[in-house]
């Protein structure tokens, strides 16, 4: 059996629909399991229904409209999602009255996105005569941890999902459609695996059910050498191992979930990129094994909006003392690392969370260090073949040296297939562009 999974982009309407079923169809022989995402922008404009409750305004025009001009056009059968409306308006009013907002509360609301969007394509795949059947992802054994917003899928899902859907893979009765992106805590509260967690569930899935292959269906031509928002003629790559993409995935490129490759990797299992815009094209294959190891780079990713915090000692603690103290703090304040670079007597950090309690971080740090914070950082990483990385330094300097662009921190990965660098953010267009150029747009 593969594993289909559809992003939201390639369920924007009912003529897309009609498209990934003919995706569907096209591979029935190799007993598809799909995986949706909400349709097109649904997670945001649900995210966007709630500022309004919280002011006052209980309205889900936007949200209605979409899904049921889609069944409508599909002509299935929209009971089902009408339920699902009703909830919605009735969680919205209880936001709107108590004018509080949980994350616990938070999961709940974004699971109404992709719970609409399995019952209209399955309710599609019936209509037109290919057996199919929806699943809210706890029903089939999706249990993540008790952590809100971003939950990890525990190990016991694994067997779970094996006995809800193994004897699919010798009796393929039907086509199973899955929510993407949610699944309930030990609490039976609903959880979400955050943004763009849909690519992780099709993962799990794949995982647990030894599947011969997951696809990850999206608007590109699979993984390309940068962004395509900022270099327009991007490159689709053809070949990229587990580890690259669990890195650029990890260090900003948009186009994986960041822990999504993990499952997929432990069990070695092929991973496919590729575009339901296009589907004749390859699109991009992650493999455990790569032949083509020569190549120097694969792939530019950023991430924008980066805080650097440098942490110069005050000489109190000795240098072992002091690393461990610093590290004992983030610890304590629980807020994560990206990127570190350290002398005798300094430590230089970049942080992901957003700021989320960078004040409380800085005041206990200050008891031991002098402590600088600097915000609108961009980390620009390249992810290729670390083993030429003097070839690839020499030839990033050549790009920031004529651009006159200052490196403030650089590290290279252990796992030596990166190299990340920090500049700032209203440098990081035209640098990115530039660097595309040198490496992948001659032919040197
Ligand atoms: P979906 O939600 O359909 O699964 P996403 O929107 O999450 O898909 O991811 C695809 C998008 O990721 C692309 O449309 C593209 O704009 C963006 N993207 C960012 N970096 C890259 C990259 N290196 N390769 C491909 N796409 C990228
Ligand atoms: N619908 C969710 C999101 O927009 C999950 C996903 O698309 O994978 O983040
Ligand atoms: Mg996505």
Known sequence: MIIMKFGGSSLANAERIRHVVDIIKMHIDEKPLIVASAMGDTTDNLLEAVDRALSGKVCIKEIRKLHLATAEELEVNTD????????????????????????????????FGERLSVRIVAGYLNRIGLEAKFFDAWDIGFT?????????????????????????????????????????????????LGRGGSDLTASVLGAALHAKEIQVWKDV?????????????????????FEEATELAYFGAKVLHPRSIVPAMSRKIPVRVKNSYNPTHPGTLILSRLDDKDEMLRVLTFKKNVTVVDIVSTRMLGQYGFLAKVFQIFDEQKISVDMLATSEVSISVTLDNKGNGIEGLKSELEKIANVNIKTGK?????????????????????????????????SQGASKVNISFIIDDDEADPCIRELHKAFFENDR
């Open 144 to 192: 993540s941890t008790a952590v809100h917003n971003d939950g990890e899928i525990l190990d016991e899902s694994f067997a779970k999902i094996n006995e809800s859907l193994g004897h699919l893979e010798n009796n393929y009765a039907f086509t199973p459609i899955i929510t993407g992106f949610i699944a309930k805590n030990k609490n039976g509260n609903i959880t979400t």
């Open 221 to 241: 031509d699979g993984i390309l050498t940068t962004d395509p928002r900022i270099v327009k003629h991007a490159q689709p790559v053809k070949n990229i191992s």
């Open 80 to 111: 089902a999602i009408k339920e699902l409306f009703d909830e919605l308006k009735n969680l919205l009013s209880g936001i709107s009255l108590i004018k509080e907002f949980s994350p616990r509360t938070k999961d709940y609301l974004v699971s």
């Open 378 to 410: 961009t980390m620009i990483t390249m992810v290729g073949n670390v083993k030429r990385s003097s070839e690839i330094l020499e030839r990033t300097f050549d790009v920031l040296n004529a651009g006159n662009i200052n490196v403030q921190m650089i």
